[in-house]
């Protein structure tokens, strides 16, 4: 009777799961495919800190130093199966030989390690989107095993074992039993191992799947690469314990006291007959030997079971945390037992400040603070999402270098020792939760088939609960974000009030729930300045910041001093966070051993669609050596501005643009410079100026006598003056140059007293012929197809027109080659209509016109020859009123002598600038090699410029040419084909390896080329104002070309009047 009975409950039992399952058809029988499991015997999730035996060394805070951990970071035993029907079964058994298995470094990525392909797409999923399934035939799964001994000092106490991040699901095995699961890979899944381990060898399995359920929640744009990635350790703590504290730190309403509290988990599964002793300490940090102690408090206490135990003081005159001012306290948390041995020992980090929304803006410590920030992916060029500390100090002290204050941690939380360097060195952090369904948009049903399905809502607090409970003693957290690009609904809106629920100290903020109550921040991504506008005229209640802008794909970040000049002027405006940091490249070889930054392609990927070099968005290369947009970030996020007032008169204001610091840590000093050359500089008085008051200084212009010809600039520094853990002294924090209004014109060139030059008409064309050079006109097009000087030949094939440019990133991605194709290659399809000479004053004059059929517009070259070698040209177009696309460009190219490899300019630099990214480039005189003057992008494309060129010299050892703008002009030079940077879909190519130093030098000289833009990268074209519509609009192009043999000639030729 009882067997039948136990049958019939069985089958009723079975009944009830199958019609779960039938109601609920997206869940699977499998773990790893089924929302409804995320975890198995995973510990709760925890504040992150180490159990330490003493109070000396919790205060070292070195958990290798302690007894009581072990590091299984290193070699582990690995096995990689192309699926799951192909994994060993039983590899976790005692007995199992892995003699034959291959070593893994841990932490590490398989497919970085040579065992598979890593594989690059932003948005969809590595597989069609059928929630929670997932493909069988391309799910990797990787084996590994370790082993490590138990010390007998372990026994009587609790040992755990704590996986930092696993990606994306697994199982555990200690000796053989098994232990349980997790998935979620950004954050900790922690087990009690206690009833599995023995004393001596334990082995460790652990069974690893490429994709689960949770990779739905984990279709974040980056590598989709595999395995144990973040730090795996074993620890033991006593029976009696502290597992778990929560710190707030928080101002009093006058914002000068602090409010400290902290709340102390304990546990015990032992009976204990006495009370314990907890203390908890809290100094400041930075002080004397004996730094202040704030709080000294010792609480007696029966532990039974759970239970916490409070330490409450305010503190007067508390020094205050912010990311310009990022002062800390020590807290140390010690229990001891009844008899006073010590148990446990621990420190955090304690940094007092209040974050607040009123007023319609985020305050910190009660003033408005503004975020120059920027997004950042863990990523390491050699070993992926593995990232040691070392990197992250790197980063920050890029970050700090360029003046930005602020990082999202996209799209994921980041490893613990991130945040503990951001209280440190001070930067604000926005925290994001690991969701982010962003391939879900192809499904037929949409983002909502997760976000309004109640199965999935687990994990969606899961999430939100694992990333809260281990960051949320880190005061370098202002923000908790839910996501990003998963679309909204009734989860987000839960997981909302349960982080609200959790901490009402910090705002919470969701993207695609800007408008909505469910985000306390607008929190747009890559809205146009017509929206911020708009915003502003509209909206009173949220602040706006933005959570992604100024995509710097390629050669980008255009127009970022247009969007700052608008957030400077509206302070609901609070700044925003660039996509993104650092370009998500993999360093790899090609079969010459040359390395190249690989993107979605260079894997032999192709069973998976890829999304190319759309990984390299950073401000920084891989590696972290700056691309050139960064410059231009330093100068629009610096924190000082300055303004002309009357520069006639010498004045210009200087405003503190800080939130919280004043300037007395900057030296200011001041030059004067005409034509690169310094003629007066001083040193400022210090400015005490509190945040965004504002001085004016006057500067003594009246000593200056103008030399003819020379420019003269007013350049104005701020600098450390002392070095800080980060930066040296005389590090430069902003600066500003001014143009002054003092010049002198040199009388023009006296034409008559230059010797004759004679016109001779050949079949072949027109040559014009002096003392010392001859130039030759092609009678068939008209264009300059020789040009000898010194019976050098210093041009090596035609000056023609040119109204094209290397297609760059953003310019792929909003359809410029096909849009603006009739401009491709226009300067061979030019049809000459006429070729006439004439003289004037001695001037040999050359005159052509053309007509472009394909656009209708009308084109003439204009060539004044004086008996001294010089070439003076004027190119005109004129539109035919047609529509036409706008000009990629309007300027003019030619192939000078390759010798001529040594470069010396007087315009923007030292870097390349752009139309509209040149505001960090002083106009300056330089010099360098011309294949310097490359920069090689990920994938070729357009590179090099340079904008308010007044001359430009290219020469060997002996003569060369100088390119005199007439006044200016922008352009660039090359030390190859221009054509080599060119867009080919038809293959990979690399800046790296594929655009070498060539057997030709390429020079452009242009009146403008459009803006490189940056809004986004999949359709935003470069701002109006920064094009060269066809329209109306009649463009000019005048320079001179002028010969020299002397290196010492330059400051003369280039203050030539060339007026007549």
Known sequence: MYRQYLVVIAILILVGIMTFLKKNDNVNENDWENPLVYNINREDPRAHFHYYESEKYAQINDPNKSKYFISLNGKWKFNFSKNPDERPIDFYKDDFNDSDWRLISVPGHWEIQGWSKPIYLDEEYPFTADPPSIPRIKNEVGSYRKSFQHPAYWRGRDVFIRFSGVRSAFYLWINGQKVGYSQGSKTPAEFNISTYVKNGQNTISIEVYKFSDGSYLEGQDTWRLSGIERGVYVYSAPRTKVVDFNVHSGLDSSFKHGEFKVGVDLYSSEKNNGKHVISAILSKEGGSRNSRTVLDSTIKAKIIDKQTIWFKKNIKNVYKWSAEEPNLYNLQVTLSDPFGKTLQSFTQQVGFRTIQINDGLLKVNGKPITIRGVNRHEWDPKNGRAVIEASMVEDIKIMKRNNINAVRCSHYPNQEVWYELCNEYGLYVINEANIEAHGMRFHHNGYKQLTNDSIWSGQWIDRGQRMFERDKNQPSIIMWSMGNEAGDGKNFENLYKWLKDKDSSRPV??????????????????????????????????????????????????????????????????????????????????????????????????????????????????????????????????????????????????????????????????????????????????????????????????????????????????????????????????????????????????????????????????????????????????????????????????????????????????????????????????????????????????????????????????????????????????????????????????????????????GRGPHESYWDRKTSAKIDRYKGKVIDQTYKYVRPQETGNKTDIRWLALYNGSIGLMFKGLPVFDGSVHHYDYALLDYDKRSQRHGKIDITKGDQIDLIVDHKQMGVGGDNSWGAKPHPKYTLPIDTTVYNLEYAIIPFNKKNELDALSRLNMDN
């Open 509 to 906: 903020v969701y993207e695609p729930a800007s408008k909505k109550n469910h985000s306390d921040i607008a929190f747009p991504m890559y809205k146009d300045i017509k929206y911020l506008l708009k915003y502003v005229q509209g909206n009173k209640s949220k602040p706006l910041i933005l959570c992604e802008y100024a995509h710097a794909m390629g050669n980008s970040v255009g127009n970022l001093k247009d969007y700052w000049d608008i957030i400077d002027r509206y302070e609901s405006l609070q700044g925003g966070f660039i996509w993104d940091f650092a370009d998500q490249t993999i360093e790899k070889e090609n079969e010459d051993g040359d390395k190249f930054w690989a993107y979605g392609g260079d894997f032999d990927d192709q069973v998976y669609d890829n999304d190319s070099n759309f990984c390299a968005n950073g401000l920084v290369a891989a590696d972290r050596s700056p691309n050139p947009h960064i410059y231009e970030v330093k100068k629009v996020y610096q924190p000082i501005g300055f303004e002309e007032i009357d520069l006639a008169n010498g004045r210009v204001k200087i405003t503190n643009k800080y939130d919280f610091i004043d300037l007395d840590h900057l030296d200011f000093s001041y030059k004067i410079i005409g034509n690169g050359k310094t003629e007066m500089s001083g040193v400022l008085n210090s400015f005490n100026l509190k945040p965004y008051e504002s001085r004016s200084l006057t500067f003594n212009l009246f000593s200056i006598i103008p030399i003819p010809g020379v420019e003269y600039f007013l350049l104005v520094e701020a600098r450390l003056k002392k070095a800080n853990k980060l930066l040296p002294k005389n590090h430069i924090i902003a600066w500003e140059q001014f143009r002054l209004p003092i010049s002198r014109l040199d009388l023009p060139m006296e034409t008559n007293e230059l010797l004759p030059t004679s016109v001779l008409y050949k079949d072949q064309g027109i040559e014009v012929r002096g003392d010392e050079f001859s130039l030759s006109f092609n009678r068939e097009n008209g264009f300059l197809e020789k040009y000898n000087y010194r019976n050098n030949e210093v041009i090596k094939n035609s000056l023609k027109p040119f109204f094209w440019r290397a297609p760059t990133d953003n310019d792929l991605g909003n359809g410029m080659p096909k849009r603006c194709d009739v401009w491709r290659n226009a300067h061979d399809e030019l049809i000459m209509q006429s070729l006439d000479t004439s003289v004037i004053e001695n001037i040999k004059i050359v005159n052509a016109k053309y007509f472009h059929e394909k656009s209708g517009s009308s084109i003439e070259l204009n060539y004044k020859i004086y008996g001294n070698g010089i070439l003076k040209i004027k190119q005109t177009l004129y539109p035919s009123g047609a529509e036409n696309p706008e000009l990629p460009r309007f300027g003019m190219k030619v192939s000078v002598n390759e010798t001529f490899d040594n470069l010396e300019w007087f």
